[in-house]
Each structure stands twice: as structure tokens, then as C-alpha cells.
């Protein structure tokens, strides 16, 4: 007995060692969108989309006629769910791919688009009107998988319930259900769904090609689904209804219905997590092990608020991402679209929002019910396509037609990234503006201190302006992000006075040459008191002047600036940047100051898990023609563990580092990424401590400047505790990358 106990618990341990082990790439810090690109002569919403193993790619849509083309009376809303197949040849950068010049056609090959709808989709009576809807579409060993739901399709009081599931293994050309019918459609009532009472929206966690997994998160055995539970409050804490589920690919295959036809047989198949809130890297990777897993939904529990609407995986990144976008043409007023994008390490978090921008006045549409697709991302991962729709004529700010399909790039990077708060008065200049402190929105507030923001605004005279002082070590191409609040102008109660009402807008200059004037949203929304713009800038080495000014003809009055956030892109699709070339350097209208030289002569190394570190120490060196103390960090980072180098300051240098606002050292560095971090008292354990992360360039020396109010909690245990500067007791330099690690450090001097 002993002994099966003791090969149960090795293979646990060699389960649980496995899935802690898989590289799961370097967290995404900052993103970008970019314009969006209309693919003319399609029509509908909901541009759900599946990656087939033949390459092409299989849209599925709601409300309209498709990418087939517009037809007459294609646009009723008693007609769900066309199916249209692109070929292998479509790109979304050109939208004209599709057509073939030899006859003016899409070349599109419907999979019995007309049988589809007419068999599945049309007004069901039980007994108000429900209409059947799709809400996604996945290939899994070339069987095509489709979710879908009942809607009452009542504008500002949608309801999408009794979520269903069907597939079809001969390309769409018939659909079998769950309880074993072919071309049958279920009843709009929770006993005849697929899913749990309070499902609504099901969506497929999506792999590669053909369902095609690399061997992470067992999705090589397992699909996955996730889905907020209507019954709950997902938006903002205390609100968590956000589950996960799974079911073995085995059973899908097999996809076994009972005699009496009611589906259990598969429906007991699904497996909920149970786990509860995925809040740190540590949690997730417990959420792994099978005894979190269970077929009993009525231990199922919800893993956290900030998931968003569908998840792909991107395997060169080898990050799990979410997109969702908030907006409602159809109400009054109408919700101006924001589109929010977060990534995780497991399908299951923990989650972390890197953006959430308002996109109306930038798409100069209102972007809604987003989807990323699996095929269309760049082969180093950094540039990801999102499927979106526009609103109809009737209902848009312009009065034009956007209903249709839309690809909003995404750029992405995991450099280090920089923030400049506006109230930063070392590096920020106001002229004419004055301190302003607003609320943020209740689903937004438990992320900020006292539930405010505070910046700089009152753009009410021309030359009002609001200057950045950025500083880059190395010349390129940033995505810049900056958030800011605004109010509408004026207000709007119909289409006519929504039509009339001005976006703001506010001009920006970057090295003191103007750029473009930015169109900004109008961020007092509901689900937002504040928003932010992604623009993409050419920075050169050291100081970059950042301003946003009102220009004559700019409506900047309600603007407020609160932050400003930047770093380098490093991917091979090139950024649409809103300014042209690298412009001439600045002087910096700020002043800095040389600093302190820190003393530090007592160093120690530690590590875990079979890392190794040292740490060699060289005394009055010269470099550049100047003497300094420099320390030399190398060894070894194995997966899953820790190495750093810990330096105890002398009094004099811990009494100037307990009241600095800032510090800087310089590097020759390897290419990779490292963290310093300042533990106190209070923070006793490695991964609580206040860190920042910062990057190399293999063979270059880099200046990094750490300010005091940039460095946050590492906090993976969960413990959280306030940053208490008088009680820093040292300094640590730690290695992030796998792998071999070899950083020099010199003058290192407090501000």
C-alpha cells in the first residue's frame, strides 16, 4: 500500500514540477492600437473566428450578410450566425486580397451559409421572443465547434442566456447538438442547455491552427472555455463571476449521448475550476493540479474580475491574452467604445490589464464586440489582429455606415516600462495649468489610491501646456500611453445632439516639433471616469521633450493629464508612429542633479533551485577616464527559482537612500532583463519586496534612473504591505531570464 502511495504522490509531484516548469515567456508591459483597417462589403457583428488546419480561416457572424457581401434584405435580425470561409492568401493589412480581379468577386466559400441559419437561427417563442445567437467558433481535429445562446435582443437590456454547444464534422454542412440531434436546435430554457445555469457568452480558450497546442497547460488533452455567470457582478471587486472550464478532447471525439437523447454523457464531462481567485503567480500554478478540477459546478469558483471577453494563446510569446471591448450604439445616450487588453501566464491568470482605451474618437467609430484571431498574429508575437465591428448609419456620430467587419492592430512589447506621473515635479513642467484631482469610476477606483487620480489640466488659453521629460537609453521606436480625462462637448440626449458634439482635442509636440493634433475621447462614459491613448513616438538616447499644448483651434478645455507611460518596441512589424523621423535632441527643461555617490562595500549572494550567482567587486577602476567601485553579477538562473546580489549600504548611504526620491547606476549589459528592488522591514520575503525592472543592451552601457514612487510590490505571495522608504535596510540586484547572466555595475548614486 505504502508503495502505490508513494508512485501516486511521484507522479503528482512529476505533474506539478512539469507544469511549473514550462517557459511562460516575459509578462507584456505595455500595448498599443493602432487605426483600424474596414473590410469593405462585408455586413454584421461578432466576428468570431476559427483557425483551420487547412490555414484558411472560418468567420462566424451575427446580424448580416457576412463577408460574402451585402445582399437585399440580408440584414434582419431574425437571421444569426452566417458562416464564411476566407482563403489562405487573405491578409488583414489588405482587406483587397479577397477580392478576385477576374470577375469583381469574393472569393469566399460559405459553409451552407443559407441551411445554417435556416435550420439553427430565427425567432423562438418561449414565451417572449428569444433569438438564437452565436457567440464563438473553434476547429479542433478538424471538427468545427460552435457556442451559441439565446437573446432577447432588447437594446440597454441585453440578455444572452442558456448557452448551447454543436458541432459539425463535415465543414458545417450539418450540426449535431449535444444530445445527439442532427440539425435540431435545443430549447431556449436552462434544462436543455449545454452549459450551467447562469452561462452566458461561452467562449473557447484558442491555440494554434487546427486547435493545434504546444504541450502547455495540458491543452494538448483538454479544451477550455471561459464564461462570466450573469448572476454575478464580474466588473469590480466584489463582483468575481468569471469561471473556467474544461473537457477532454477524448470526450469530444467520442461525443457519446444517452438513449432518452438529454446530453448528459457529455455534459457530465466538463470539468469547473474550483480553485477560487487567481490573484498571484503562486495561485495559478496550485489552480494547475487536478484536485482544483471538478464535474460538480456547485463547487465551482469564479477566478477573478479582470478577464476579459475571449482568450487566445500566442505561442511565440507563449502568453495567454483577453480582449474586451465596452460600447452600445443602440442605447440613449450611447456608450462610446473603450477596448480593454490583459495577459496572464495560464489560461487562468493571474490576469493583468495593461490597456483600456477609449477607441471612438480615434477609430473615428464605435468599435464593439472584439475578438482576437488566432492566425493573423506576426511571427515574434509583438503585433496581434483583433476582429471589431463598427455601429450602423443610423446610430454612428457620423452618420455613415460602420457595420461591418474591422481589424484594430495590436502592438505589443515586454520591455521595461517608464511612468511619469504629471505631478512629478523633477520631471514635469505645467504652464498655465492648474493641479486637478477627480474620482475614478467604481469599477476602476480598488486600482487607485483613495479612489482618485490626480493630474494637470485647464487648457483654456493657447500655449497652455503640460511638458514630459523622457528619457530613453537607447535610440527607436516606443509606444507611448498616456491617460487623461475629459468631458463631452456638449453633452448629447438624441443622434442629432450627438452629432453635433465635438470630440476634444490637444496638440502634441515631441522635441519641441509638433507631431499631430490628437483627437481625444470623451472619457466620462458609463464604465469610465478616466481613459487613456496609445500613440506610438521615434525617441532618441537621453532626454526626449514630451508636451501636450493647446493650439489655436484645439478644444482642450476639459482636458486632464495624469500620466504618462513609455517603452521600446522591439518587434519586426513596424509602428505606425505619429511622429516623422528622429527628431533633433532637446535640452531638458528640467534640471537634474548628479547625486550622491552610494557607498556600499558589503555584499552577499543567495539563490535557490539550483542557481548559481557571484559577485566580484573591483575598486577604483578606471572607466571612461573616471575611478569608480564596480561589481560584476554572473551565474546561472534555472527555471522556477532565484538568484541575487544583496548589498548592505553604510549608514551614511542608507540614512540618504531612506529620504531620496530617486537612483541611478550604470550597466554593460547582456541583453537581459534584470530587477532592483529596495526591501524594508516590513517586506521580510524576496517576492514582497518594492522592485523595478529594467533592461540591457548586450555590449552597451546604460545609465538607469529608478525614481522612488515608480517602484511597486513584487507581492507574489499575495501578502501586501505598504512601501515604508525610512525603513529600506538594502539594496538587490536580481536576474529575470532563464539562463546564463553576466551585468556590470558602477556609480551608483542617490537623487
Known amino acids: 500500500m505504502k508503495k502505490i502511495i508513494l508512485i501516486i504522490f511521484n507522479l503528482i509531484f512529476i505533474f506539478t514540477v512539469n507544469i511549473m516548469a514550462q517557459d511562460r ?103 417572449q421572443p428569444w433569438y438564437p445567437y452565436s457567440s464563438d ?87 477550455y472555455f471561459i464564461c462570466h455567470n450573469w448572476k454575478e457582478n464580474y466588473n469590480y471587486p466584489g463582483g468575481t463571476g468569471v469561471y473556467i472550464a474544461r473537457i477532454k478532447r477524448s470526450d469530444l471525439r467520442d461525443w457519446k449521448t444517452t438513449p432518452d437523447g438529454n446530453g448528459d454523457n457529455v455534459r457530465r464531462k466538463i470539468e469547473y475550476l474550483s480553485f477560487g481567485l487567481i490573484n498571484t503567480l503562486a495561485d495559478a500554478r496550485s489552480a494547475a493540479n487536478n484536485r482544483h478540477w471538478t464535474t460538480d459546478y456547485s463547487r465551482a469558483k469564479p477566478m477573478g474580475n479582470n478577464i476579459n471577453y475571449n482568450i487566445i494563446y500566442n505561442e511565440s510569446l507563449r502568453r495567454y491574452f483577453s480582449i474586451l471591448g465596452n460600447s452600445d450604439s443602440f442605447t440613449e445616450p450611447k456608450t462610446e467604445s473603450a477596448v480593454k487588453m490583459s495577459e496572464a501566464p495560464y489560461p487562468w491568470g493571474p490576469w493583468t490589464e495593461i490597456i483600456n482605451e477609449h477607441m471612438q474618437a480615434k477609430a473615428d467609430d464605435n468599435l464593439w464586440v472584439n475578438y482576437i484571431t488566432q492566425k493573423y498574429i506576426s511571427a515574434d508575437g509583438y503585433k496581434m489582429w483583433i476582429a471589431a465591428c463598427g455601429a450602423q448609419a443610423h446610430n454612428s456620430h457620423t452618420g455613415r455606415d460602420g457595420y461591418f467587419l474591422k481589424f484594430l492592430p495590436a502592438f505589443l512589447t515586454s520591455e521595461l516600462v517608464q511612468t511619469i506621473n504629471a ?7 505645467a504652464n498655465g495649468l492648474t493641479r486637478q484631482t477627480h474620482r475614478e469610476h ?86 469610465s471616469e478616466w481613459t487613456e491613448m496609445s500613440i506610438f513616438l521615434r525617441l532618441n538616447a537621453g532626454n526626449n521633450i514630451v508636451t501636450f499644448q493647446r493650439d489655436k483651434g484645439d478644444l482642450s478645455d476639459s482636458v486632464v493629464i495624469s500620466r504618462l507611460k513609455y517603452a521600446r518596441y522591439t518587434g519586426s ?27 556600499i562595500s558589503n555584499w552577499n549572494t543567495n539563490q535557490s533551485n539550483g542557481s548559481s ?14 575611478r569608480f567601485t564596480s561589481w560584476i553579477i554572473t551565474g546561472n538562473l534555472a527555471p522556477d527559482s532565484y538568484a541575487l546580489a544583496v548589498g548592505i549600504p553604510d549608514s551614511v548611504t542608507l540614512s540618504s537612500m531612506r529620504t531620496m ?13 534584470y530587477l532592483v528592488a529596495l526591501p524594508t522591514r516590513e517586506t521580510n520575503q524576496i517576492s514582497d519586496h518594492y522592485l523595478l525592472v529594467f533592461s540591457t543592451v548586450a555590449g552597451e552601457i546604460t545609465t538607469v534612473t529608478i ?45
Open 25 to 127: 515567456g516575459r509578462p507584456i508591459t505595455l500595448i498599443g492600437f493602432g487605426m483600424p483597417i474596414n473590410v469593405p462589403g462585408s455586413q454584421g457583428d461578432t466576428w468570431a473566428s476559427a483557425w483551420s488546419a487547412d490555414d484558411s480561416v472560418i468567420f462566424m457572424n451575427n446580424d448580416g450578410a457576412g463577408i460574402i457581401g451585402a445582399i437585399p434584405d440580408s440584414h434582419n435580425y431574425l437571421a444569426h450566425a452566417y458562416i464564411n470561409q476566407v482563403p489562405l492568401s487573405f491578409n488583414p493589412e489588405n482587406p483587397a486580397s479577397l477580392t478576385n480581379q477576374r470577375d469583381g468577386r469574393r472569393i469566399i466559400h460559405p459553409l451552407n451559409r443559407n441551411d445554417f441559419t435556416a435550420k439553427y437561427f430565427g425567432k423562438f417563442q418561449n414565451p
Open 137 to 223: 467558433i473553434y476547429e479542433v481535429d478538424d471538427v468545427l465547434y460552435c457556442n451559441f445562446v439565446y437573446s432577447n435582443q432588447i437594446p440597454g437590456n441585453w440578455g444572452f442566456l442558456y448557452s448551447n454547444f454543436m458541432r459539425s464534422t463535415d465543414g458545417g454542412r450539418t450540426w449535431q447538438n449535444h444530445k445527439g440531434q442532427i440539425d435540431t436546435r435545443t430549447d431556449a430554457n436552462w434544462g436543455d442547455a449545454f452549459f450551467p445555469e447562469g452561462w452566458e457568452l461561452p467562449m473557447f480558450v484558442k491555440y494554434g491552427k487546427g486547435g493545434s497546442a504546444p504541450n502547455v497547460d495540458r491543452a494538448q488533452e483538454y479544451i
Open 423 to 429: 505631478t512629478d515635479n523633477t520631471r514635469v513642467a
Open 442 to 527: 467604481e469599477w476602476e477606483a480598488w486600482k487607485f489610491q483613495g479612489g482618485v487620480s490626480t493630474g494637470y489640466g485647464g487648457f483654456t488659453q493657447d500655449g497652455n501646456s503640460l511638458t514630459f521629460n523622457a528619457n530613453v537609453s537607447v535610440e527607436g521606436d516606443y509606444i507611448v500611453n498616456f491617460r487623461y480625462r475629459t468631458i463631452g462637448v456638449p453633452p448629447w440626449i438624441n443622434i442629432q445632439s450627438y452629432r453635433r458634439a465635438s470630440f476634444p482635442t490637444i496638440s502634441l509636440y515631441v522635441n519641441n516639433n509638433k507631431a499631430k493634433q490628437l483627437r481625444l475621447g470623451r472619457s466620462i462614459q458609463t464604465y
Open 573 to 599: 512589424s513596424p509602428l505606425p508612429l505619429d511622429n516623422v523621423g528622429v527628431q533633433p535632441a532637446a535640452i531638458s527643461q528640467l534640471t537634474a542633479t548628479v547625486g550622491t555617490q552610494a557607498i
Open 613 to 626: 550567482i557571484n559577485l566580484r567587486t573591483t575598486n577604483n577602476e578606471n572607466i571612461g577616464g573616471e
Open 661 to 673: 526620491t530617486s537612483f541611478s547606476f550604470t550597466v554593460l549589459g547582456d541583453g537581459k532583463k
Open 707 to 751: 525614481y522612488v514612487d515608480d517602484l511597486v510590490q513584487g507581492g507574489h505571495t499575495g501578502r501586501r504591505v505598504a512601501f515604508n522608504q525610512s525603513n529600506i535596510q538594502q539594496i538587490q540586484f536580481q536576474p529575470i531570464d532563464q539562463g546564463s547572466f553576466n551585468l556590470k555595475v558602477w556609480n551608483l548614486r542617490l537623487h
